[in-house]
């Protein structure tokens, strides 16, 4: 069987201008920022991301990425406001599809499931409505004729996840408490790719529920340890509360100059001087 | 009586919290803020035992913090369309019927100020009762119209019809002057109680809309001893209640 392993590099090589991509984890949880710093660096632009948003959807709009952004929210966790994906909305930056968190997990069911939509109660009533002019209703055809909201398939180009462990062949391992939905956006995407904190050799020691995502759905493997940094992605290790701080209040200019001009190796390195500094 | 009358007004917020999940039964209390859960354990711990409480993160635990029960973000989204969930939100802006704004402020299209986004507020406000928590009640918060009804209405549920109305429901908004609710014939926002040392005047002058108003406002109930105790010896033995709504 096919060996998947790949480098941010070539994960990125394989990504394109224009494409509608979708990004794992969940807010400043487990994110595949090694795979989104990677794209940083290439000239990949022009993108519709399809998130539940973090620091990921910052990252790219602060660096002006995104064209069109799918997503409930935007947020830090521990800081409720993302400010690049702020500042970037107060200059509108990028068109926005803004649905609830039910909505954008029934949007990846339909398209996992390769569903035109799913119906769901959530959005009527509301705005999301309002801004979302190319959203139908559809009506049951049973006796209680509801109407209800038929959420659009979130079909992905490709998809970016970060997970604890992976083997070779592209299945993946999650050990914290919430699996997120990477499942899902890897068997919604065309292509999706899997960062993970170690490679292993094999799950035969492993509780079966924590297998997440199955081979099938990924084309390519990167072993990227703390790759999820400075998101949290534990037990593996917690969010960097310190650094995210410092994210978040430096002028994107310089924060970019000092952590993200060279490779993944120089980030890490620069992120553990920085640390050194503090103490 | 003596040890009661000296509740303040912080310990008033976390009552009126908590009186909201009064007779919920067996659902998940979705509190968000501190003084809502501070609220939602008091009640577990009192009068309503069969409460469920997450740990912030994909755990269901008990008072002790044990877990009893796995909810990721999938299955608590499944818990809020099954309706056995009582969340008590925040609110950027609350407007006469209940809409809710946490998305953004000023035009849409670009924002003036970028909050969270709609979050799970719509999916909230149609499958399960949602209260509100305004620490901070101004004319800014209760507005006459929200910019982004993210939570739903009753006047809004009410123009989607039946789907939206089925299991629509606002118990109560409770803030730092008082609680309100909308037990009136059309829905319209409510004052319910004042806090003691809060008169309605108050509370009109900072609501940015005309309240339906009771001949006579009551007071919000005095907390019991034991419940005065377990806030401040057990739950919130630090006192950072008094952070989120200061004494006056």
Redesign the interface.
Known sequence: MADKTMTPEEVVSRLHSGMTLGIGG?GSRRKPMALVRALLRSDVTDLTVVSY?GPDVGLLAAAGRIRKLV?????LDSI??EPH??AA????AFELM??????F?WGLHAAANRLPFLP?????????L??NPGLRTVTSPYEDG???VAVPALRMDAALVHLNRADRLGNGQYL??????DDLFCEAADQAYLSCERLVDDFATAVPQTLLVNRHSVTGVVEAPHGAHFTSCVPDYGRDEAFQKLYATTPWPEFAERFLSGDEKTYQSAVQTWHEEQT | MSRTTTATHAEYCVIACADAWRDNGEVLASPMGLIPSIGARLAKRTFSPDLLLTDGEAMLVGLDGVAEGWLPYRRHLTMVTGGRRHVMMGASQLDRFGNQNISCIGDWQQPARQLLGVRGAPVNTLNNPVSYWVPKHSRRVFVEKVDMISGVGYDSAAAAGPSATRYHRIPRVVTNLGVLDFATPDRAMRLASVHPGVTAGEVQAATGFPLALPDEVPYTREPTATELRLIRAVIDPDGLRDREVPPA
């Open positions: 969940w948003g997503a409930a929210f935007a947020t409720p406001l994906f702020r909305r107060q200059r509108g803004e649905i609830d968190e039910a909505m997990m769901v109660r959530a959005g009527l009533g509301s705005d999301v309002r801004v509801e109407t209800l914290g408490p919430d699996p997120y939905f």
